[in-house]
């Protein structure tokens, strides 16, 4: 049992991270504009992740110390200034989105206006963040999360045409009225929503927050193995769903009622209530991750004390900038914002700053300095290699088709 919940890091990273409000908005537009067809971007991403969460990981499991703690050690101060900032302003633009997810969740179970749910939601994440054990919070908002199986079984249960649907994946192709420049501008913000900076982020302070060690290797590479393909997975049922109700109906995603549209079809009100409830752990366990996130980058940048395993009067400055983080993303939403643009600009944004995040974590795994033996392997370094020059071939393309598409519009 205790190895059981050992997992919860992995799938609190994977709900919160791989299917946060970004990926549920996102694979239901691609899945509701093109099938199946870019489900190999999501299978690229996983594997991305996977890499880099499990040397994120192994760094903080071997050195006792955090990711982006080294970086600043390892870079100097002036160098990793440049990933602090485009973390920190990427993080910014998730918390906001995952806080508006929050709210939008609540409005389809109440018919309350989200904009009175927005400080309900933001004033729940900073008492949770305050108040309650890492420990509790993972296991709590990563086995809630897992109620998101409910889109895999709607898949199912809306008995499509299989072979449509790997014919999709298997052969994608650009549909007849999407332009090829729309594709690709897809294909990057659904690489960028799978390897959002944040998760590596918090997956490492996480890692410290438990005091893993060497002996934890393997519980990490666990973690990993299994948290982000069930949330890859989930990714790829978000899109199915959508492939098969809102792509033959023309039916474009626009709002959070439209992604959940064809699990109530499929299931009716119980699998709405089961998605519902997926939504919102899933968007409340990202908004967590997010908060934590802005506090761990400034604090270990600066040096000040942070973690959940300290008092909040042990690391005040940690504390507050969560406090100002969701106040800023409170702000923002309640200038009436669609919390569904945000979503889709951060994570083609995420995509923008990929490299600032994943070249630093690979030149640390592989210094002896701080790895010891425990230093990449020949493997491991190639494809590392090769995803960074995936990664920052969607970091040059994005915002040039995001002028060239209108934002995929």
């Keep these: 049992m205790k190895k059981l919940l050992g997992l919860a890091l992995g799938i609190l990273t994977a709900i919160g991270g791989f299917v946060d409000i970004g990926d549920l908005v996102t694979n239901a537009v691609v899945g509701s504009r093109f099938g199946l067809g870019l489900v ?20 903080a499991a071997v050195s006792g110390r955090t990711t982006f703690e080294i970086i600043r050690e390892r870079l100097g101060p002036r ?5 602090l900032a485009a973390s920190f302003l990427i993080n910014l633009m998730t918390l906001t989105a995952e806080v508006g997810g929050i709210a939008l969740t609540l409005q389809l179970a109440s018919s309350v206006h989200y904009l009175a749910w927005v400080p309900v939601a933001a ?12 420990k509790i919070l993972e296991n709590v908002a990563g086995l809630l999360g897992l109620t998101l199986i409910v889109f895999a079984v709607a898949l199912f249960m809306l008995n499509p045409d299989w072979p449509q649907l790997a014919g999709q994946a298997a052969a994608p192709t650009v549909p007849e009225g999407e332009e090829p420049a729309t594709y690709w501008y897809y294909a990057v913000a659904l690489f960028g929503a799978a390897m959002t900076p944040y998760e590596v982020f918090f997956f490492s302070s996480g890692a410290v927050e438990e005091k893993w060690t060497v002996k934890d ?21 978000i899109a199915g769903c959508a492939a098969v109700v809102l792509l033959p109906a023309q039916i474009g995603v626009t709002s959070l009622s439209q992604v959940v549209l064809p699990v109530a079809q499929a299931g009716g009100k119980l699998a709405l209530a089961f998605v519902l409830v997926g939504i919102l752990a899933a968007t409340f366990g990202a908004a967590l991750e997010t908060t934590l996130s802005s506090g761990y980058t400034l ?16 690391a005040a400055r940690f504390h507050l900038t969560m406090i100002v983080g969701l106040l800023i993303g409170v702000a923002v939403l309640m200038t009436g914002v669609d919390p569904v643009q945000v979503t889709e600009y951060s994570v083609v944004f995420s995509a923008i700053a990929l490299p600032l995040t994943y070249i630093p974590i690979l030149i640390i795994a592989n210094d002896p300095e701080y790895m010891g033996e425990r230093v990449n392997g020949r493997t491991t370094n190639l494809l590392g290699t090769v995803f960074l020059v995936v990664i920052l071939a969607a970091a040059v393309a994005a915002v040039p088709l995001m002028i060239v598409t209108g934002a995929g519009s």
């Excluded at 160098?79 to 990933?83: D, F, G, L, V």
């Excluded at 004033?123 to 890492?134: D, P, S, T, Y």
């Excluded at 604090?299 to 042990?314: E, I, L, T």
């Design 123 to 134: 004033v729940a994440v900073w008492l949770v963040v305050w108040r309650v054990k890492f």
């Design 217 to 237: 290797l393997n519980q990490s590479r666990v973690n990993v193995l299994v948290g982000f393909p069930l949330g890859g997975l989930l990714s790829i049922a």
């Design 299 to 314: 604090a270990q940048y600066f040096g000040w004390s942070w973690g959940k395993f300290r008092r909040p009067v042990q």
């Design 79 to 83: 160098a990793s200034a440049s990933n």
């Design 40 to 59: 190999w971007v999501t299978l690229l991403g996983i594997v991305g992740i996977c890499l880099f969460a499990q040397m994120s990981g192994r760094v």
